[in-house]
């Protein structure tokens, strides 16, 4: 699976929107970007994933550039709940694979 | 909706004592997944199952051993424990075809006095 690179730390307004940003550059045409949080020493949380085009759902959007090489997550309200740790994680889809978690960013929403 | 069910939430043993954590995954989901997350670490995957077969292994210690049951429910047996063995353990589970989206449970605290 391709490594991904993200800042270690961010901060943000509470009610503004967080713009977490996520490096691919080695991704393969068949892996996703998963994108999970960990609110402290809770079990991972499943946030989005995407392929190639954008995606959105209930809580949060994924842009994924066009040449595929970045994402940027988007909280677009973010509250004081969304202060967690979150993981960019790229990986084939399918066959029972596991999931490889870096070091991920820090997100702490300011009240 | 049904999420992931881990027991014990907590336990605490004593060095080279033995311990089961278990696994009940998200209904007609038939895989699981085991990580362990030390103090202040990211988790790191230990070892799947699907359709009760073996399909993954991470950095499992030879000390400890995993099984899928025929309800795909999952145990994750740990021997001669140590005290670097003292870690969250989190299951997940998915199910095959697609995307194959692993779902959390709320992890078993372990400690090893």
């Known amino acids: 699976d391709a490594k991904t690179t993200q800042p270690p730390s961010m901060d943000c307004a509470e009610g503004r929107a967080a713009n977490l940003p996520c490096n691919h550059s080695t991704i393969s045409g068949n892996e996703y970007v998963y994108w999970y949080r960990q609110i402290h020493s809770q079990g991972p949380q499943y946030i989005i994933h995407g392929l190639k085009n954008n995606e959105t759902n209930e809580m949060a959007s994924l842009i994924i550039t066009e040449d595929r090489k970045s994402s940027t997550l988007i909280l677009p309200h973010a509250t004081l709940r969304d202060t967690a740790v979150y993981y960019c994680?790229?990986?084939?889809?399918?066959?029972?694979?596991?999931?490889?978690f870096g070091s991920g960013t820090q997100l702490t929403v300011l009240p | 909706a049904a999420g992931v069910i881990q027991s014990p939430r907590h336990l605490i043993k004593e060095k080279r004592e033995t311990a089961t954590l278990k696994c009940y995954p998200i209904?007609?989901?038939?895989?699981v997944y085991w990580y362990q997350q030390g103090p202040g670490q990211d988790p790191q995957f230990l070892i799947s199952f699907y359709e009760k077969m073996q399909s993954d292994k991470g950095s499992i210690p030879d000390r400890f051993s995993a099984q899928q049951f025929s309800d795909y429910h999952s145990e994750l047996n740990m021997s001669s424990l140590e005290l670097g063995d003292s870690a969250l353990y989190f299951c997940?589970?998915?199910?095959?075809?697609?995307?194959?989206?692993?779902?959390f449970g709320p992890g078993t605290r372990l400690l090893v006095l």
């Open positions: 209904p007609r989901h038939d895989t």
């Open positions: 994680i790229v990986r084939v889809g399918g066959s029972a694979r596991q999931l490889t």
């Open positions: 997940a589970s998915s199910s095959q075809g697609g995307v194959e989206t692993q779902y």
